[in-house]
């Protein structure tokens, strides 16, 4: 039986579409999971901004309505949910563990102050003021604690990009700054993270690099080019540290997270523009759990989604 | 049930049947069968198409009703009325059975539905659409309810009214419906006012001579006695505050005596107040009064610390001047029309909203006000008035296009606004009102992070960035339709640095050639701070940076705005609201449109003689001027070295307007304020702008009734004889300021009056001319209307409820009613034939054609059927003779091909048979001579040939295969030509 001419173009294409919809687009990885939807309700986000796992396997959430909810990573059940103190500024941008006893610290970014949380919501402690001294801050965007814990480590942008070490108790130690409205190798430090080696990892969202510090506040070298080829940064917003000591850095202009060596060597990366699962619309917080699992903050479709196996699921080299 | 037409005249067409018979003789050629039939298939087309046109129906009854509840929701209705009337349509609802429609609609000043009839409707008892409730028009709401009935059912009105009606007319539509067969019943909403004072009215003299004494008079009514306080406010300051005793009813008036000593006009508002009025909107009224007096003109000056020399110089010459700042520039067409002219002395655009600008534009061309714009740094195109009401007021254009270089700007906005409250619907707007600043020649672009122009948000990885609205970034202004098209379409996001859009625009504005380069930046402040070199070396490039901090979240987001500004040597604004921005805008973006400003020394230059120049010889040198162009029909009095327009006027509409773009201080004009004639150029000039005044021997009375404003102009000459037979060039401008024609009729001896619209609340502005043109005569004059009528009523007007039942022959419902009765007369369910009518007789002009043109033998119709049929039938017997199955075929071809041809083919076809038979005997003849043998062309043999012939034309296919020989072709020809010259 022989086919006639339309049958044989429109039987390929038909074919191709057919399996062109079956498949994910390339690129777009499905999650393991996608948490939360859009809304105020219980379990819900609007815009969720910083994230962090504990080692209990506990997620929690800050989103824009001022609330920060912990999630069961194991059941995705919905454990505590509590305001802030104030939010009319603006909410927090960077939240991090204590490596400790995994209490939530909280840059808030808006109020010029590091916040202290239990997990069950309570206000351990607080310190920070406003100002360009010394010890005091405009826009903090992240803090991060030594793996000991004695020591923080704060990042802000707002009169000057400045990385500032404080005690544990919220004494000020030391800092590193560029000079007020002039900048040579940070702009606008976003995100933090603290190396086994002790080093600090700083994503900067103004120059698009990740700057890397000593324990002295000098800066040791840097590495990342703005764009949005593989291996090139676009607004990275959040910088996590993965248990392989690699870097997980989620891009707010690219709406990806990529994954790079701490040497900068790009590794892979996970996520497309775009609202369906495996596709992020702006996402700014990234978190690694205890067993490697990644979660991040799909900001603008205003959900998380968890990647289980991220060493498995992220595409590899630089192919898009 | 039975037809009916719904146009019976066109039924009288069919006297034109006839015609058709006419038509037939034609149809000589036809035997006598078919010229019956065709006949009698056109006399019934034409009797079709005839039916069709008179729109034949067949009506059946309609059983399944429709009930529409009008609700009245205006603002007449007390609250638990309203609130009763929606749990009554609720209990309504309740008795609908299946197969009745039931709908709402909501009414006050306008209809609407709030839900269509349909048999499923279900009413919760929540009114969903809104409509205004300052007035109350029942017919509106029953036309549409009646347009909104479906045709084919019982149909029923149910009113819920209070009967104050007080625009447009139901006992009109009440009417309507009762011929439409539709029943109106009504509910009424029954209600007495027990705490409600009015003020009916405020008289007050409409013109009045100064320092006369003159008295006012308040009307007020009242449900009940009480007592309140009256305040009398004049021109917005409080002269009366006293108790005042009321009485049940209408009250006598109270009497204020007043007296006033400045001219023009003046305002007049009092209000009352009464604890526990259930009104308070029919608590005040307004009206205003004029004084004549001197000239007086309000001169508004940006520049204040130099506006001594222009006033001392015009009070010199016996002129009247009010001073004015740029914030206190006049809101009320009233307070302008109370100045014979306006001056705007360096006013940016921005201090006046385009409302204002709007009023002031009327006051001239209505009103007959002058208007005056002197130049500065903030007049004409550099202070932001390109396409504006008040551009098109002035005898000079701001577009300027005859230079040879055309002075350009540049301006780059780059938009951050994403933090407050709609910022992505703010951000269009205040770009477009910087745009709409700007000339065809200034440059223009955007600059934000979002998607880029055309990609929406779809783009793909790194599709947010910073990015110009339209590529390649800064473009000239010229297809301004287009740019503001693309800026309806931006969609600036959040902002984390400032340096990148920053870079940016440097870039785009380095390389342009403008006279002025401008970045605005408006933002939170909260991206990243930008560096100061970045910023240094913009203002290096001779860019000047403005910013605008909006919503900042932090004190040290509003100190890096500020310090920006600073370094780029613009301006700083911290507007405490949103709605500050536009007018920001335009006084930003005419910055760049300080390129119009020509500052060198020159000497003014005559050019058209002029009223105002008269008398002047020698004018003094100046030192600057703002750059503009002439309008076709102005006249250019005086012009600049450059030859721009220094001093241009022109009449326009009812006023005149004066445009001198050099100024009236020591800034450009020191010599002048030192030159002897300065008040007297000056005065010259304000006095030939000035409205002209209005002649004493009119009275003038405007006052309103029942939604009419109504004028009554008495003219007499000086000698106290009547003025008749005067015509009257007039016009209202109404609140919303539209100029509405008004006619002046004279009604009596040296009596003339006018009426116009007036249901609107605000103030309304007469102007009358009459005369000729080198002297006429204006009257101006104007009233108030302020409060809606529907405030009026204290209560429901029962009788007029009654009136409307009886017109609509409708019932004034009471307890038990239901309005899903099917009490109605009957309603016929026309359904219209005449589509059917038309397809039918269309369907047979193919017959008639047919019949025509096709020649059927009814011997060879019955022997092909009974062929058919032993076809049909003898097909297991025998198969179809494949030779006689040729010779149907072509017998078949042989007959469509007579239906083709015209008679006058058929005469050719004739003439060539002719030719052939004398050939073919020619030709037998021969071969008999040759072979002494028959021949199958000879007659005999022609009854044997194989083909048989049909038709009396037809040739058969073997004869014109033995034509073949050449000299049978020769002939053929011949014959082809003879036919030819026959036709």
């Known amino acids: 039986m022989s086919l006639c001419l339309c049958g044989k173009i429109f039987l390929p294409i038909t074919f191709v579409l057919l399996l062109a919809g079956c498949s994910p687009q390339p690129g777009a990885t499905p999650p393991s999971a996608v948490l939360g939807h859009q809304g105020r309700a219980p379990g819900a986000f609007s815009k969720p901004r910083a994230i962090a796992i504990d080692g209990l396997n506990r997620l929690a959430v800050i989103d824009r309505t001022g609330r920060i909810q912990t999630f069961d990573l194991r059941t995705l059940a919905l454990l505590e949910e509590w305001e802030l103190p104030s939010y009319s500024n603006g909410t927090p941008t960077g939240m991090t563990l204590d490596p400790v006893d995994d209490t939530i610290w909280l840059a808030d970014t808006h109020y010029q102050r590091i916040l202290h949380y239990g997990w069950d919501g309570t206000l351990l402690g607080s310190f920070g003021e406003s100002g360009t001294g010394p010890g005091q801050m405009i826009f903090p965007t992240d803090v991060a604690l030594d793996p000991d814990g004695e020591t923080l480590w704060v990042v802000e942008y707002g009169h000057r990009a400045r990385l500032m070490q404080f005690t544990r108790g919220g004494d000020f130690v030391r800092e590193w700054t560029t000079e007020p409205y002039e900048y040579t190798d940070a702009q606008r430090p976003q995100a933090l993270a603290i190396g086994e080696d002790g080093l600090i990892y700083v994503a900067d969202a103004g120059v698009n690099r990740v700057l890397v510090f000593s324990r002295e506040g000098e800066l040791l070298r840097s590495w990342g080019e703005a764009g949005n080829a593989a291996g090139e940064l676009w607004f990275p917003y959040d910088i996590a540290l993965g248990p392989d000591r690699t870097l997980y850095i989620s891009e707010w202009g690219n709406s990806r997270v990529s994954h790079f060596t701490q040497e900068g060597e790009f590794l892979g990366f996970w996520g497309i523009p775009g609202h369906d699962p495996g596709m992020l619309w702006q996402p700014w917080g990234v978190a690694i759990g205890p067993g490697g699992q990644l979660a991040v903050a799909d900001t603008e479709n205003h959900r998380v989604q968890l990647i289980d196996r991220p060493e498995k699921d992220f595409t590899k080299g630089t192919q898009i | ?983």
């Open chain 2, 1 to 983: 049930m039975a037809l009916h037409f719904a146009r019976p005249e066109y039924l009288l067409l069919l006297v034109l049947l006839p015609l058709a018979w006419l038509v037939a003789r034609r149809l000589r050629t036809l035997g006598a069968g078919r010229k019956t039939t065709i006949l009698a298939l056109r006399t019934l087309i034409l009797a079709l198409l005839v039916l069709a046109l008179a729109q034949l129906e067949w009506r059946s009854r309609a059983k399944d009703l429709t009930v529409y509840f009008l609700l009245d929701q205006s603002d007449s209705i007390p609250a638990e009325l309203a609130e009763r009337s929606t749990e009554l349509v609720q209990e309504f609802m309740q008795r609908k059975t299946p197969g009745d429609e039931a709908g709402i609609i909501v009414f006050g000043r306008e209809p609407s539905v709030e839900t269509y009839a349909s048999t499923t409707a279900e009413f919760d008892g929540k009114i969903n659409s809104t409509v205004q409730g300052v007035r109350t028009d029942i017919q509106q709401a029953v036309s549409l309810a009646l347009s909104a009935f479906p045709n084919d059912r019982l149909k029923r009105l149910v009113l819920f009214t209070d009967g104050n009606e007080n625009s447009g007319s139901s006992l009109e539509v009440a009417r309507l419906a009762r011929n439409s067969n539709v029943a109106l019943d009504l509910v009424p909403l029954r209600y007495d006012e027990r705490q409600d004072v009015q003020i009916d009215k405020l008289i007050v003299p409409q013109q009045i001579a100064a320092d006369t004494p003159f008295e006012i008079k308040a009307f007020l009514s009242s449900a009940t006695n009480t007592s309140g306080r009256l305040r009398l406010y004049r021109d917005g300051e409080l002269i009366v505050d006293q108790e005042v005793e009321v009485a049940a009813g209408r009250n006598p008036p109270l009497i204020i005596p007043q007296r006033l000593e400045e001219g023009g006009f003046h305002n007049y508002r009092a209000t009352f107040e009464v604890p526990g009025d259930s009104r308070t909107q029919n608590n005040r009224a307004e009206a205003f009064t004029h004084v004549k007096d001197e000239p007086r003109v309000l001169y508004v000056e940006g520049d204040q610390t130099n506006r001594n020399y222009l006033t001392a110089a015009l009070r010199a010459e016996k002129i009247q001047v009010d001073f004015a700042s740029a914030s206190e520039i006049p809101y009320s067409l009233s307070e302008i029309q109370s100045y014979d002219s306006i001056i705007l002395s360096n006013v940016h655009a921005s201090s006046m909203s385009r409302d204002q600008m709007k009023m002031f534009e009327r006051a001239v061309h209505d009103l007959g006000v002058g208007l005056v714009m002197i130049g500065g740094e903030d007049s004409f195109g550099a202070g932001g008035y390109q396409d504006t009401p008040i551009e098109d007021a002035l005898p000079v254009t701001m577009d300027v296009k005859q230079k040879k270089v055309l002075p350009n700007g540049a301006l780059a906005i780059i938009l951050h606004t994403a933090e407050i409250p709609q910022g992505n619907a703010w951000a269009r707007d205040i770009s477009i009102a910087a745009l709409d600043v700007l000339s065809a020649q200034d440059y223009f672009g955007l600059i934000y992070y979002g998607p880029k122009p055309g990609q929406g948000f779809g783009g793909g990885a790194g599709s947010i960035v910073e990015t110009w609205s339209w590529e390649p970034g800064m473009q000239q202004t010229g297809n301004k339709r287009e740019m503001r098209s693309i800026i309806r379409g931006i969609q600036p996001m959040d902002m984390q640095v400032f340096d990148p859009t920053m870079e940016i625009a440097y870039q785009g504005l380095k390389d342009i050639k403008a006279q002025a380069k401008h970045i605005i930046i408006i933002s939170d402040g909260d991206p990243a701070p930008p560096k100061q070199t970045l910023a240094n070396a913009i203002r290096d490039e001779g860019i000047t940076i403005s910013t605008v901090a909006i919503a900042p979240h932090h004190g040290q987001t509003v100190e890096t705005m500020e310090r920006l500004a600073y370094w780029g040597g613009g301006e700083f604004y911290y507007p405490k609201s949103a709605t500050e921005l536009p007018r920001i805008f335009i006084k930003e973006a005419s910055i760049v449109r300080r390129s119009l400003i020509y500052e060198e020394r020159f000497d003014p230059v005559y050019d058209a003689p002029s009223e105002i120049t008269a008398g002047f010889f020698d004018l003094p040198a100046l030192e600057g001027y703002v750059v503009t162009s002439d309008k076709e029909l102005a006249t250019i009095a005086l012009r600049s070295h450059k030859d721009d327009p220094l001093l241009a006027h022109w009449r326009y509409g009812l006023g005149k307007t004066v445009a001198f773009t050099s100024d009236a201080k020591n800034k450009w004009a020191s010599d002048w304020v030192q030159w002897t004639g300065f008040s007297k150029y000056w005065s010259q000039l304000v006095r030939w702008s000035m409205r002209e005044t209005s002649s004493s021997n009119f009275q003038v009375n405007t006052e309103l009734r029942g939604g009419k404003g109504i004028v009554t102009l008495d003219a007499v000459d000086i000698d106290g004889d009547f003025r008749n037979f005067l015509e009257f060039n007039a016009n209202v401008i109404g609140p919303d300021m539209e100029p509405q024609p008004l006619t002046v009729r004279q009604v009596a001896p040296g009596r003339y009056q006018g009426e116009f619209d007036a249901d609107e609340v605000g103030t309304y502005m007469l102007s009358m001319r009459t005369g000729e043109d080198e002297q006429p005569e204006l009257i101006t004059s104007g009233v108030s209307l302020s409060y809606s009528p529907e405030y009026q009523a204290v209560r429901s007007n029962d009788e007029f409820i009654d009136r409307i039942a009886k017109e609509s022959n409708g019932t004034v419902v009471g307890s038990g009613y239901n309005p899903f009765e099917r009490n109605l007369p009957p309603t016929e369910r026309p359904r219209p034939l005449w589509p059917w009518l038309l397809l039918a007789g269309l369907l047979l002009v193919p017959a008639d054609v047919f019949v025509r043109r096709v020649y059927l033998d009814w011997g060879d119709v019955a022997a092909g059927i009974r062929k058919y049929a032993g076809s049909v039938f003898g097909i297991f017997r025998k198969g179809p003779d494949v030779e006689q199955r040729s010779e149907s075929m072509g017998s078949l071809f042989a007959a469509k091909s007579r239906a083709k041809q015209t008679d006058e083919e058929r005469q050719a076809a004739a003439a060539q048979q002719q030719d052939r038979s004398a050939l073919r005997e020619r030709l037998a003849q021969q071969a008999q001579e040759k072979q002494g043998e028959p021949s199958v062309f000879t007659e005999e043999g022609r009854g044997q040939a194989p083909a048989r012939v049909q038709g009396k034309q037809t040739v058969s296919a073997s004869d014109a295969s033995e034509e073949k020989p050449s000299g049978g072709l020769a002939g053929l020809k011949k014959a082809k030509e003879r036919a030819r010259k026959k036709m």
